[in-house]
């Protein structure tokens, strides 16, 4: 995979405020920690080889998951690596963070789906001291849990709202079927939880099916879709978040220019750019932004109104949306 773009673009891209809506915390890691927690944890070498990168099929991305998952297994860890991530992520003028981590019962480890969560909010806190990049939290339900476990998640989420804003579905998209999540993402909504679910990042088309007539607040991927799925999706005016490097890292989708972004662009589909997992995939917001604009010719305007137009989606507040648009327009007026 070569992403092309000049260093003009990624300049531009740079100074760009931005919105990250799809961010998955273990996904988001910096090399640097991931190699210094796997010497501290004594991780197996033919483990951390997984980590090594390149162009992954989907499923041997899931396998490089299952080895960092090995190295953030205490609260501590958690909170430094929430902590570093927010970091990255406002150093890339990311100036609002829905992050996205999947709360894990480890008791092996004295760990329960809460204090999993609590320990990320704590690194949120330590990061809020030192940015003024606004995060939120939307906790994932991992296709392998059963739907106990997805309620736990659901519930938790309530009792930890407003910090966490809303319930996401991810997770290996061969593993599972929907019935199984489907009453919990109902009672979260219910509850006031907003819903972001992945869809069609294999062709599936009986399940993506279900999830559009569920009707989620957005989309993750939709990159296999037929016909009469596109459709579907067009007319439910369901806005997506499309994260380029991932969907062609992975081989869901064959080469940038083929992207799906440019015909849900051009039909005037609510699309927002974001990075799945920024560590994994060796990318960052500014990057997947410059990618777009080599890709499918968009110009300076175009990648404004990209990132304007994605303050929309986020899962705030009428009046907090509209504190972050006058934060861009400053920006407009200082820079234009
Ligand atoms: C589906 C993905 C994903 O939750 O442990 N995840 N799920 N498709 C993807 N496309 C590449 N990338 C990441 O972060 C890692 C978890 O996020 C989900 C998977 O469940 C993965 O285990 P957390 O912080």
Redesign the pocket.
């Known amino acids: 995979m070569s992403a092309h773009y000049t260093e003009q673009q990624l300049s531009f891209c740079t100074s760009l405020p931005k919105v990250e809506l799809h961010a998955?915390?273990?996904?988001?890691l910096r090399d640097s920690t991931i190699r210094e927690l796997a010497l501290q944890k004594n991780l197996d070498p033919s483990l951390t080889k997984v980590l090594e990168k390149g162009d992954r099929t989907?499923s041997e991305?899931?396998q490089v998951?299952?080895v960092?998952?090995q190295v953030?297994t205490d609260h501590a860890t958690l909170t430094r690596i929430t902590q570093e991530v927010i970091e990255d992520f406002a150093a890339d003028n990311v100036q609002y963070l829905e992050l996205?981590?999947?709360?894990?019962d480890r008791p092996e480890h004295g760990m329960t789906k809460r204090s999993y969560t609590e320990a990320v909010i704590r690194g949120l806190r330590l990061a809020e001291q030192g940015c003024t990049t606004v995060v939120r939290l939307l906790l994932?339900i991992?296709?392998?849990e059963d739907a106990a476990a997805a309620m736990a998640t659901v519930q938790l989420a309530a009792e930890l709202s407003p910090c966490v804003v809303g319930i996401?579905l991810?997770?290996?998209?061969t593993v599972g079927t929907w019935e199984t999540w489907e009453p919990a993402l109902q009672h979260a909504r219910k509850l006031g939880l907003r819903l972001t679910i992945?869809a069609a990042?294999v062709y599936n088309p009986s399940e993506t099916k279900q999830i559009l007539e569920f009707r989620p607040d957005r989309l993750?991927?939709m990159c296999c879709l037929d016909d009469n799925l596109e459709k579907q999706f067009y007319d439910s005016l369901i806005p997506v978040e499309l994260?380029l490097s991932?969907?062609i890292?992975?081989e869901?989708v064959g080469s940038f220019p083929d992207h799906h972004f440019l015909p849900f662009f051009q039909a005037g589909h609510p699309v927002v750019l974001c990075t799945?997992?920024s560590g994994?995939?060796e990318t960052s917001l500014s990057k997947e932004y410059a990618i777009a604009a080599q890709a499918f010719g968009l110009s300076q305007k175009d990648l404004w109104q990209l990132s304007y137009q994605a303050i929309q989606h986020t899962f705030l507040s009428r009046e907090d949306q509209q504190k972050l648009r006058e934060s861009w327009n400053e920006h407009y007026a200082t820079h234009s």
């Open positions: 998955h915390l273990n996904g988001s989907l991305v899931f998951f299952g960092i998952h953030t996205r981590t999947t709360p894990k994932s991992d296709r392998r996401d991810s997770g290996n998209p992945h990042e993750g991927h994260c991932s969907n890292i992975t869901s799945d997992d994994v995939f």
